[in-house]
């Protein structure tokens, strides 16, 4: 059982906005964003897509954990 951790930090409104830059403005949309949801009805759409390839997480996710404790002990 993997068990999360949270940080609660009373704070003003103006000190929130310092950190979450959407309590300013929102986020910028993406120029890909609606190229992405045109084309989510065509045929091999999953087969093809390639969002969020983290290699580091890939490689976490199937590396023994004692060997990713070694390779960060070097």
Known sequence: MMRVLAE??????????????NLVQPSNRPVTRDTFYK?????????NIKVGFQPKARLKSVLPNKLIQKIKSL
């Open 39 to 47: 084309s989510i009805d065509e045929l091999g759409f999953i087969e």
């Open 8 to 21: 609660v930090e009373e704070a003003t409104l103006e000190e929130g906005m310092v950190k979450q830059h």
